[in-house]
């Protein structure tokens, strides 16, 4: 059953749901969904007026990109240009939280809205059967940040795309919390390497391994894909981090053997982390303690990516 918040209705995943959003998205209306990283807030990439409304609802910037969403390899090849590189990586981590940027394809649909005027585009083949389902009953590449203000912290669940879109968008479909739980890695073939604008859930040592290619860092800073703002994901307070002792005015997020009052995870597992970080950062935006402070985290594998969206919320 639906439940009404303001305007914005929430539906449980169920194939009547997946044929309202499909509804919703066919008449130019931008609709929540999960993914496997975090919800996403998806319209029709084709669609100028409908990728605007993504914009308006989320107060973005017109000039940061939006990933688009596609329900596999061939799809993706009649929106972008593959070479033998980008190939093996799709073969290797799609569907999944990899998003490969392409230069555009010369007769490719999307509209230059949700490219930001590049002549490049950000694509995906997500893995989650909500966004599966949707992109095939919508029948159309879905443009698909995530599902919250502009800046704000990235949602993991239904809630938490109400907290700062509710009555700003038509429906949104909940089928729990998201298991990635940050944002898909982004990564592009330039000069011979693999290049991550953005890090993820697949690490520099993953795209390595698939790709015979050095990996890099992002050089620059030139905006070529989402999540590349130096200012993201805040949660409205100060933030600190790399904290071992916490004080009385702190929202403590803890890991590891740093115990606070939301712990990432008690065993230091960065899997498990991730998948809470974001749902962390809501607690405590919504927590009556004015500062938020995190424990250290360590930087390697999924620690990278984890380390990215806290630098970007604390600045």
């Not at 989402?226 to 916490?246: C, D, W």
Request: hydrophobic content about 50%; some cysteine; charged content about 20%.
């Amino acid at each position: 059953m639906a439940q009404a918040s303001n305007s914005t209705l929430v539906r449980a995943f169920d194939r009547a749901a997946i044929a309202e959003a499909a509804a919703a998205i066919a008449a130019g209306q931008p609709v929540a969904v999960p993914t496997e990283t975090v919800y996403g807030l998806a319209a029709d990439a084709r669609n100028a007026e409908a990728v605007a409304r993504i914009y308006a609802a989320k107060g973005r910037p017109d000039f940061n990109p939006l990933i688009v969403h596609v329900p596999d390899l061939a799809a993706a090849e009649r929106l972008g240009v593959f070479g033998e590189v980008e190939r093996a990586l799709a073969a290797r981590f799609w569907p999944g939280p990899l998003t490969l940027v392409v230069a555009r394809t010369p007769d490719c649909p999307v509209a230059s809205v949700a490219t930001a005027g590049l002549d490049t585009i950000a694509l995906r083949v997500p893995g989650h059967r909500a966004m599966q389902a949707l992109l095939t009953a919508s029948r159309a590449p879905l443009a698909a940040p995530s599902a919250n203000a502009s800046g704000k912290v990235s949602p993991t669940k239904a809630a938490h795309v109400l907290a700062s879109l509710d009555g700003r968008i038509v429906l949104v479909i909940d089928d729990g919390p998201t298991t990635a739980g940050v944002e898909s890695t982004i990564a592009r073939v330039k000069d011979g390497a693999v290049e991550i604008l953005r890090p993820g859930p697949v690490t520099a040592e993953m795209l390595c391994e698939a790709s015979w290619l050095a990996v890099t860092g992002v050089k620059g800073s030139e905006i070529v894909a989402p999540g590349m703002l130096a200012s993201h994901y805040a949660p409205g307070k100060p933030v600190r981090l790399g904290v071992t002792a916490f004080a009385e005015d702190e929202f403590a997020i803890g890991f590891g053997a740093v115990a606070g009052d939301y712990d990432l995870s008690a065993a230091g597992d960065l899997t498990e982390a991730a998948a809470r970080l974001f749902d962390a950062l809501h607690a405590g935006a919504a927590s009556a303690k004015p500062k938020i402070a995190v424990a250290a985290i360590p930087v390697e594998g999924l620690g990278a990516a984890i380390n990215d969206r806290l630098a970007r919320a604390a600045v």
